[in-house]
């Protein structure tokens, strides 16, 4: 089973009277997303069931990311609980994810998601998430099983890096 965490595209700065929860992503965002879409696409382990915050950052990030997915082959959900989640609030999200998919991607908001990704590492690597920042996990146990440092890093990403 792969796990992929996602942080949120870079986001638009809060304008006065806007809502945290309502910014939108920046257009340096938007294009990051963009090539990452173009790289989920072809990848191997493409996540079959995207599970993101309801942000508007968020949401856009996940939305654009499968966007060169069959439709058919891949469903996006969004969980209230991923805006500010904490680490136990995502792993409990993981935990709830039906035993079916196999490639699963929560979208969501630092410092929960890079506290999950460096507390569900085997390695306990610390962790800090950019922008659009990208670590994909390996567990061989169910997904209900999912605990603190029993997944196997496969890799990391993000806009700066080589991967895409």
């Given at each position: 089973?792969?796990?992929?965490?996602?942080?949120?595209?870079?986001?638009?700065?809060?304008?006065?009277?806007?809502?945290?929860?309502?910014?939108?992503?920046?257009?340096?965002?938007?294009?990051?997303?963009?090539?990452?879409?173009?790289?989920l696409?072809?990848?191997?382990?493409r996540?079959?069931?995207?599970?993101?915050?309801?942000a508007?950052?968020a949401?856009?990030?996940?939305?654009?990311?499968?966007?060169?997915?069959?439709p058919m082959?891949?469903?996006?959900?969004?969980?209230?609980?991923?805006?500010?989640?904490?680490?136990?609030?995502?792993?409990?999200?993981?935990?709830e994810?039906?035993?079916?998919?196999?490639?699963?991607a929560?979208?969501?908001?630092n410092?929960?998601?890079?506290?999950?990704?460096?507390?569900?590492?085997?390695d306990?690597?610390?962790?800090s998430l950019?922008?659009?920042?990208?670590?994909?996990?390996d567990?061989?146990?169910s997904?209900?099983?999912?605990?603190?440092?029993?997944?196997?890093m496969l890799?990391?990403?993000?806009?700066?890096?080589?991967?895409?």
């Open positions: 089973m792969k796990l992929w965490l996602v942080r949120h595209a870079d986001a638009s700065a809060q304008r006065v009277g806007e809502r945290d929860f309502d910014r939108p992503l920046s257009a340096i965002g938007s294009e990051h997303v963009a090539r990452l879409a173009r790289w696409a072809t990848h191997p382990h996540p079959e069931r995207v599970i993101s915050s309801d508007a950052r949401r856009a990030t996940a939305s654009l990311a499968i966007s060169r997915f069959d082959a891949v469903s996006l959900e969004l969980d209230r609980r991923l805006y500010d989640a904490s680490l136990e609030t995502i792993v409990d999200v993981v935990r994810t039906p035993a079916s998919c196999s490639n699963l929560i979208v969501a908001h410092p929960g998601i890079s506290h999950a990704a460096s507390a569900l590492a085997a306990a690597r610390s962790v950019p922008p659009l920042g990208v670590v994909l996990l567990f061989t146990d997904w209900c099983s999912v605990r603190l440092h029993c997944g196997a890799s990391t990403t993000h806009p700066g890096g080589d991967t895409w």
